[in-house]
């Protein structure tokens, strides 16, 4: 049965260009009248999404349903769909009004209906003074108004915004924001936006999507990916954040900067390792000290504007960032505290690193495309096996020659005493390591695994 709320209906979408998966079954839908962004960096997939749904590029696998019917195959220009694209694509031969009316004429619609249609798009935009401008006179906000105008001058049911104020300064990126909401809530069509700001996403959207590497990470309003993120991920890149290794202790209790706090969260277990997110806004920092959970000396205090960004080295060793309206002066012992409700819970998506691996020999063990010597074991050669090794033991070295394993720094997450870093592998697996040197995403590594550090099982244990 068709749900009437839903206009738009992503099923097991995925796109390969070539040997490289851009989306990897990609699963969500799309009420009618709302305002719902893709969020994400560079590479993740979302404009690849966003043409999938104008008509631009057909998947690999999967459907597009619009009003519950499969539009696959039906060309842009028969998608009741337009899109503004980051370049406004103006046509610099014709003036506001010609490249607003542009498409009408295509559809040969009455002059008098073309006029009375561009007219009121032109107010919808502010731009009614400006229909005889030539549109190379114009700043990029107008030629942005323009380029929305001539979207919405042909009515449709989905507006598609791809990044479309990129290219604008950040004064008249903020104007244009509070414009498009005002459009939005005026017109009452579902619009789909794409952008890499997050401060972008959650001021506009209904609904945000946050992606990563062709997968959906998470899916909801600006208040719950803000407060309560799904993975380090969505932590990390949605705004600053905290994020830090915690142990559950049991319901409503958790561990972490070597301190036991009170939380909100329950269902983890007792003694069972977390991942803890707390915004620096939550951070505390207490007048009377006698009220405070922990404390710590202030590093850095640096003006933001509207707060002091202030880092603070908690007595246990472990780095905070907290934000503030008062100064602290570096060297300045200050108690802090954390509300239960500000303190996030999230289960480890793993603890350790596990790879398949095949047993060479009583001392060799083949696992990330390459044999690496291990303890000597009993069992034979060809034996398929389950490989582990903690964070804390990967060797990543300068050069790739220097490594048994090459790989590529893909993304690092700072924990407030070391870094823990995704290196992929040109076998295209991850390795994950715990690290106290600063590296930077895109580094060419080699990895190394000694012997000791190499856990091996068999597949059932």
Sequence with gaps: MVNRDVIIDIRHLSKSFGDKKVLDDINFYIRRGEFITLLGPSGCGKTTTLRIIAGFVEPTEGQVLLDGKDISGIPP??????????????????????????????????????????????????????????????????????????????????????????????????????????????LGITFIYVTHDQEEALTLSDTIVVMNEGKIQQIGTPTDIYNEPQNEFVADFIGESNILNGTMLCDRKVNFVDHDFDCVDEGFGENVPVDVVVRPEDVEIRKDQSKAEFFGTVSSCTF???????????????ELMVQNYRKYDVGEKVGMQIQPGNIQVMR?????????????????????????????????????????????????????????????????????????????????????????????????????I???????GKIDE
């Design 77 to 186: 220009y028969q998608r009741p769909l337009n899109t503004v694209f980051q370049r406004y694509a103006l046509f610099p031969h014709l003036d506001v009004y010609d490249n607003i009316a542009f498409g009408l004429k295509l559809k040969n619609v009455p002059e008098d209906e073309i006029d009375k249609k561009v007219r009121k798009v032109l107010k919808l935009v502010s731009m009614s003074d400006y229909e005889s401008r030539d549109v190379d006179s114009l700043s990029g906000g107008q030629q942005q108004r323009v380029a929305i105008a001539r979207a919405l001058v042909n009515q449709p049911k989905v507006l598609l915004l791809d990044e479309p104020l990129a290219a604008l300064d950040l004064k008249m990126r903020k104007d244009m924001q509070i414009e498009l909401k005002e459009m939005h809530e005026k």
């Design 450 to 456: 000694a012997a000791r550090d190499i856990k091996i």
């Design 348 to 448: 480890k998506p793993r603890i350790r690193n596990t790879f398949n691996g095949e047993i060479i020999d009583n001392t060799h063990v083949c696992f990330l495309g390459e044999s690496f010597e291990c303890k000597p074991t009993e069992l034979k050669a060809g034996t398929e096996v389950k490989v582990e090794v903690e964070f804390k033991n990967i060797d990543l070295q300068d050069h790739q020659e220097e490594g048994t394993v090459n790989g590529e720094v893909h993304f690092i997450l700072y924990k407030g005493d070391h870094y823990h870093l995704t290196v992929l592998t040109e076998s295209g697996e991850h390795v994950y390591v715990d690290t106290q040197d600063i590296w930077d995403k895109g580094d060419l590594v080699g990895i190394n």
């Design 304 to 318: 933001k504007g509207v707060f002091y960004q202030i880092f603070v080295n908690t007595e246990t060793g472990f």
